[in-house]
């Protein structure tokens, strides 16, 4: 199938970090929701999606636009929440696996973790680009509240003590990062061409409480996505899809979230899951979102759809479904394919 430059999909974007550094915090800014009060423990404990619209995007970047004139290319954002709890390092694995480019979090004020190491290994090993969110700035002393600023803006309006403690912070992280053989530097001490063409990782200063950073951190998710990945995002027609979570939803029975990366989607659609007892042939019976900036792991007015195209987070209706492995590949049987050998090709990944 045709591929173009003109035909970018939504860059799949995963957050990944130590525990309770804040990420689905970020998320919330973000959304303007508060999942995470609504987490038992505080502590996330599945992989979450959310679909941001590129209006969104523009509108979440305007303050920042308004002096770096950049264009937002891409036709918007899927955003895997993963949890940073070490007991869900499988979870962690597969948002890796999934993702164009990722953002690390790191808790300021405790430098890497080991679930801070683990995440970058990992995406390290997958060669994911990333930025690096240096989260809870607002924790620095004396912190004046900037609401919603770009991350320059808000740091002019500190006092010195506050900007020697950011300093310092920063300087402790970029060194942790170095011994581990990162290179890394605050994204605006460094050319764009850095954070585009070379390995050098581009840190940004983060509160996902007053919102300070979060424009930076979406404009260079954005900037990655159409100067670093663009050719790997152009869409593409043949279906790419992998469960997300297996779940019982009131009145829908069990359910499958899927990732669909490329391709379409369709009701009625003979799709062929994984199970654990081999492969299964079922209809979709229906397409579920959640609206667009909307946590699709929190149950939410659903839109229903004839069709979904990648990328998109989409829960999927249909029989036999409790069997299904998440991880595993979704394949659909088309006109002209023998359902055996669909069968055979989606167990064989
Ligand atoms: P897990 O998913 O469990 O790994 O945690 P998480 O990384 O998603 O962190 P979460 O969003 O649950 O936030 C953890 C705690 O840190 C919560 O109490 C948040 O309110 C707090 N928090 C998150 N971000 C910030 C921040 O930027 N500033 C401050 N002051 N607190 C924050
Ligand atoms: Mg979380
Ligand atoms: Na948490």
Request: hydrophobic residues 40%.
């Amino acid at each position: 199938a045709a591929r173009s430059p003109d035909d970018l999909r939504c860059p799949v974007t995963v957050i990944m970090g130590h525990v309770d550094t804040g990420k689905t915090k970020l998320l919330d800014k973000i959304r303007k929701t508060n999942v995470q009060e609504g987490e038992a423990g505080g502590i996330t404990q599945q992989i979450g999606a959310t679909y941001f619209e590129k209006k969104t995007l523009e509108t979440q970047t305007a303050k920042l636009n308004a002096t770096e004139a950049f264009d937002i290319k891409i036709p918007g954002m899927l955003v895997i929440d993963t949890p940073g709890h070490e007991s869900f390092a499988n979870l962690r694995s597969r948002g890796s696996s999934l993702c164009d480019v990722a953002i690390l979090v790191i808790d300021m004020m405790h430098g890497l973790e080991p679930q801070t190491i683990e995440s970058l290994n990992m995406l390290r090993e997958k060669k994911v680009p990333f930025v690096v969110a240096l989260n809870k700035i607002d924790r620095c002393y004396a912190w004046k509240t900037c609401k919603d600023t770009p991350i320059r803006d808000a740091l002019k309006e500190q006092e010195e003590g506050t900007i020697s403690e950011f300093r310092s912070r920063s300087a402790d992280t970029k060194l942790q990062l170095a011994e581990l053989g990162v290179n890394s530097n605050l994204y605006w001490e460094m050319g764009d061409d850095d954070w585009c063409n070379s390995d050098f990782i581009p840190l940004v200063p983060t509160s996902a409480i007053t919102g300070e950073g979060v424009q930076d951190v979406l404009m260079l998710l954005c900037q990655m996505s159409q100067r670093k990945i663009w050719k790997k995002l152009m869409w593409c027609a043949n279906l790419e899809a992998t469960v997300l979570e297996v779940k019982a939803i009131d009145g829908l029975g069990m359910t499958v979230d899927v990732l669909v990366v490329n391709g379409h989607l369709r009701e009625g659609d003979k799709a062929v899951f994984c199970t654990l007892n081999g492969p299964i042939v079922t209809e979709i019976r229906g397409l579920l979102t959640p609206p667009p900036s909307r946590e699709m792991r929190v149950k939410s007015e659903y839109i229903h759809h004839k069709e979904v195209k990648g990328a998109l987070g989409v829960k999927v209706i249909g029989n036999n479904l409790d069997k299904v492995m998440a991880g595993t590949p979704v394949m659909i049987v088309g006109p002209n394919d023998e359902e055996e050998d669909i069968k055979a090709e989606v167990m064989s990944d």
